[in-house]
């Protein structure tokens, strides 16, 4: 797959929906930056490839919400990064934010599988 | 250039350089491990992390703190275009301080008088002063003891209510007596205003009537002549030769109740005991107090006034013979208090503060001009910064920034003028016997108001020049052609609009300075009806120094005999009053047998003067005889009438030996004098009556006519009068002259800050259109060079370049006009012997501002004819 196509597939990230995203990685522990960038990568298959442009902000933006907490630490490979850790306040953002998405899904879904005769009367 | 050095900003900083920096490498690694080379790796990384100081620019203004940052940079940026045109930036900043420093200093001549008439006094907004009958000028006092004990005990809607009598007095004890301003007041004087005694205590309410002999002394005399004594409390010292006791001394800056006058001392209303007997009457020579009330809160002047006007109404109708005339009761706020000195600067400061306004918009205007032209000039590079991805908000922000910087400069700038300027107010009254306080004040009020008046002059100046150039569309700016940096039209109408603007704003400025200065020059050269010149005067300090009254009477005979005795002293005589110093007194007089209508005041003014005052002053008797020295107490009461007085009282009758009632008592009319001035050269003739001053005599001021130059003879007088009694208190010797400059002292101030701030106004709007006919002449050399080229005449240049500088001034004065001629109106008041709209005036203020555009317009226009066709084609 070229690099143009890897592209074309990757999804835009509904407005707000990177917050949500961000908050869910670190359910599962603390990470980085980058480790956010590949876990997200990884879990998605590949399709959400988030820009290094929208995320730093947006993790810089959590903290000033105290949604996260950051500590510099050493990673697995001796690295000194910066981790970044859910706070309870994160956790309860984290459940408001999944009820909005689900039900503008529920909305859409709604929306998109309509029988045409339904639609019509 | 660190602006901001905020320590957490520089740690965050590079902790996010850490962290862009560990990201890199953690790709980098997985990268290597994966098998790619390093290079590859760290090329690949990079590439897929992005721009790595946009992301560090778009993470910082997460932090809240990015604007400090983005204006600290504005700043630098600012401060940079500014130094690289220092002549633009001095002259800016000078013409903003000079600007805003006109409109600090007379917003710091209001905030000293109108805005504190009573320093040291709380919450001035409650306070009102109380009149009755008519509104007028400095008027005598309004109450008597019993009617103002009656309405403070009997009203609903204040506080409280103080009474205060202002007179002078002298201080004995010393070898020489001292003359100084005292006032009588009611015991709840200090409470009213709110203050509180430095030392010992004020008045108790037991005291106020009875005759207690104590006193409260002013900070300054404290301090000058009992040098900060602390246990001066419990003293006692000599007040015009009676023992009188200290018991308390007020905070400095204390200086009493009649806004712009000064009190050295306060004692209750009757302290000796000897003032029974207006103490215990409600007319005449009893109405001599002045009346201030703290309004309750949440009551309004108009509940308040309703409130007094029932009870006077009450008294009135319980004591009618003691109160003729009218009686309604009026409340002015404090800072237009008819007392004192407010009423006049109530007339005069606000109108100079709407020129100082007028100046501060023209200056922005011409500073507007002057940005606008730089910034045409800087069309390129605000066009590269927008293509480079600066957005509109963001370059406006950025240019108004410059607009900032320069006036909170010239604010600054002003904010140490004005510290000097606003005392300068106090130069603009001569020395005279009123001890006035008046002057600027520089307080929080002015440094806000010197901020507010920047902030206007810096969005005025910088908001719409940025938001025109920001408009420029970046294409067409930088395909490089002098056509389109001329400007386009839009830039050009603005320009346009400015200068118009600017011409249009000076001429009202020129205008009214020019009427303003005419009046001053008429008021100079009017004939006040009285003889000014060789005349000299001196007060005799005889009734405050504490004399009986056979020996007061006693030493006038001998100070007129030893001084009309001197050499070079044509004539001497006695009066109490001095015509032109502001000063009056006046009573209710009415013919023999009339009766008044309620509420008609039947006021005139009245002056005790000797014989040979009439002769002393060059004022002709037309009708019947001058005072006699046979016109003393134990003769019956006689007047002198002037024209005015006597076409009032009798018209169409011959006034002698008609008789008049003062103060309850028949005085019958021995002659009539011609109409002269009294306060002011512009007032409406009021009526005077003169009293016979061995009759009725109270200040004695000597009035000396001299040979040669007045002051000359002044040492001499004074020895003569001390040669009767080496104690006598002597001061305020002045040549008549001298004092009667008083009356135009409010004219003074009008037509020089009206003069200076038209100068300003005339230079802004001349180099205003100078700067714009140049600017556009020298974008058009080229088309110039062309046009010669092709056969035109350098007199069809010039008339080019003219007839566009022309047409602006043409558009300015026009419009100009019809704002000057409505402005005019706004100071018909203050005008004397001439008209708002007075055609020499018009006429020739618009020639001078037409033929100073014309000089502006020619220089630029002769520079551009004299250009040499070939070079002014070659040149871009």
């Known amino acids: ?121 | 250039m660190k602006w901001f050095p905020s320590f957490g900003f520089q740690r965050r900083k590079r902790e996010l350089q850490e962290e862009i920096d560990a990201h890199l490498r953690m790709a980098i690694a997985d990268r290597v491990a994966r098998g790619e080379t390093a290079e590859t790796a760290r090329q690949a990384a990079a590439r897929e992390f992005g721009n790595i100081p946009l992301v560090q620019d778009v993470t910082r203004d997460m932090w809240g703190q990015a604007w400090l940052e983005q204006v600290g940079r504005d700043v630098r940026y600012a401060l940079r275009q500014l130094r690289k045109s220092p002549g633009f930036s001095i002259t800016a900043t000078a013409m903003l301080a000079v600007a805003i420093c006109a409109n600090s200093t007379v917003f710091s001549w209001i905030d000293g008088t109108m805005l504190r008439p009573i320093p040291g006094a709380r919450d001035m907004g409650d306070l009102v002063s109380l009149q009755r009958g008519e509104r007028n000028f400095s008027p005598t006092p309004p109450f008597s003891y019993l009617d103002y004990r009656d309405l403070r005990e009997q009203n609903h809607t204040f506080a409280g209510i103080l009474a205060y009598h202002h007179d002078w007095i002298a201080l004995t004890g010393n070898a020489q007596p001292e003359r100084v301003y005292i006032a009588n007041v009611s015991a709840n004087y200090f409470d009213v205003l709110g203050i509180k005694p430095l030392l010992g205590r004020f008045f108790l309410p037991e005291e106020e009537s009875r005759a207690v002999p104590n006193v409260v002394l002013g900070y300054s005399l404290w301090k000058t002549r009992y040098a900060e004594d602390p246990a001066i409390v419990g003293k006692s010292i000599e007040v015009a030769r009676h023992p009188v006791t200290v018991i308390g001394v007020a905070p400095e800056g204390v200086v009493g109740a009649m806004p712009g006058i000064r009190e050295d001392l306060w004692v209750t209303l009757d302290p000796l005991g000897t003032d029974e007997w207006r103490m215990t009457h409600r007319s005449g020579g009893a109405v001599w107090l002045n009346v201030i009330g703290r309004l309750r809160p949440g009551v309004s002047r108009g509940q308040a006034a309703q409130d007094l006007d029932t009870l006077m109404h009450h008294i009135v109708t319980a004591y009618p013979d003691q109160h003729l005339g009218d009686n309604r009761i009026t409340l002015d706020p404090m800072w237009r208090s008819p007392f004192g000195a407010n009423g006049y600067m109530a007339a005069t400061l606000p109108i100079l503060l709407a020129f100082a306004g007028l100046v501060l918009l023209l200056t922005s205007a011409n500073v507007a001009t002057l940005t606008l032209v730089r910034f045409v000039s800087r069309r390129r590079e605000l066009a590269i910064r927008q293509s480079l991805g600066a957005n509109r908000i963001q370059l406006v922000r950025q240019m108004m920034l410059e607009g900032a910087v320069l006036s909170i400069v010239a604010g600054v700038v002003a904010l140490g003028l004005t510290s000097w300027t606003s005392k300068t107010f106090a130069w603009f009254f001569p020395a005279n016997a009123i001890p006035l306080v008046l002057n600027g004040n520089m307080d929080h009020k002015v440094v806000i108001g010197i901020a507010v008046f920047s902030l206007l002059a810096g969005m005025l100046c910088g908001a719409l020049p940025a938001w025109r150039s920001s408009h420029a569309p970046a294409i067409e700016v930088l395909k490089a052609e002098s056509a389109s940096i001329s400007g386009g039209s839009r830039n050009r109408k603005l320009l346009s609009g400015l200068v118009v603007a600017q011409i249009a704003l000076s001429l009202p400025l020129l205008l009214c300075s020019g009427l303003l200065l005419r009046t001053l020059r008429n008021l100079a050269g009017a004939n006040p009806g009285f003889e000014q010149d060789h005349i000299l005067t001196a007060s005799v300090g005889l009734n405050i120094a504490g004399y009986s009254n056979d020996e007061t009477q006693l030493i006038r005979h001998k100070i007129l005999d030893r001084v009309s005795a001197l050499p070079g002293v044509k004539v001497a005589s006695l009066t109490d009053w001095i015509p032109m110093t502001l000063s009056h007194k006046g009573e209710d007089a009415y013919p023999e047998g009339y009766v008044p209508h309620p509420h008609e005041s039947l006021q005139v003014y009245h002056a005790e003067v000797s014989p040979r005052y009439f002769e002393s002053l060059n004022i002709p008797i037309l009708e019947g005889r001058e005072f006699t020295p046979d016109d003393d107490e134990k003769a019956p009461r006689v007047l002198i009438v002037d024209q005015t007085a006597a076409r009032r009282y009798w018209p169409g009758q011959d006034p002698l030996g008609k008789r008049l009632r003062v103060w309850g008592r028949l005085f019958t009319v021995v002659g009539v004098a011609r109409n002269s001035t009294h306060i002011f050269v512009n007032e409406s003739p009021e009526p005077i009556v003169y009293m016979s001053f061995f009759q009725e005599g109270y200040e004695t001021i000597v009035q000396v006519k001299t040979e040669g130059n007045p002051l000359d003879l002044a040492p001499a007088v004074e020895q003569a009068i001390h040669g009767i009694d080496s104690r006598l208190p002597v001061f305020d010797v002045r040549s008549m002259r001298e004092c009667t400059q008083m009356a135009s002292s409010f004219a003074v101030i009008q037509s020089t800050l009206a003069g200076m701030f038209a100068l300003i106004g005339l230079v802004l709007a001349v180099t205003g259109i100078y700067g714009v006919v140049a600017y556009r002449t020298q974008l058009r050399t080229h088309e110039f060079g062309i046009r010669m080229a092709l056969g035109a005449s350098r007199v069809d240049v010039l008339r080019l370049v003219l007839v566009q500088g022309l047409w602006l001034a043409g558009t300015g004065l026009a419009l100009g006009l019809a704002f000057a001629l409505g402005l005019t109106r706004l100071i018909a008041r203050l005008l004397y012997g001439i008209s708002g709209n007075d055609p020499v005036s018009v006429v020739s203020v618009v020639m001078l501002l037409g033929a100073m555009s014309l000089l502006a317009c020619y220089l630029p226009a002769h520079r551009a004819m004299r250009r040499n066709p070939v070079t002014a084609i070659r040149e871009l």
């Open chain 1, 1 to 121: 797959m070229s690099e143009k196509d890897q592209y074309k597939n990757r999804i835009e990230l509904l407005q707000g929906t990177l917050d949500m995203l961000i908050l869910q990685t670190l359910q599962w522990g603390p990470q980085h930056g980058y480790g956010i960038v590949q876990a997200l990568r990884l879990r998605s298959g590949d399709v959400l490839q988030v820009e290094t442009g929208s995320l730093y902000p947006a993790l810089h933006r959590l903290e000033r919400q105290s949604w996260v907490q950051s500590e510099w630490k050493q990673s697995e490979s001796k690295q000194k990064a910066r981790y970044y850790r859910i706070t309870a306040k994160g956790k309860k953002q984290l459940a408001s934010d999944l009820g909005r998405w689900e039900r503008i899904v529920e909305a859409i879904g709604s929306v998109m599988y309509v029988k045409p005769e339904e639609s019509e009367s």
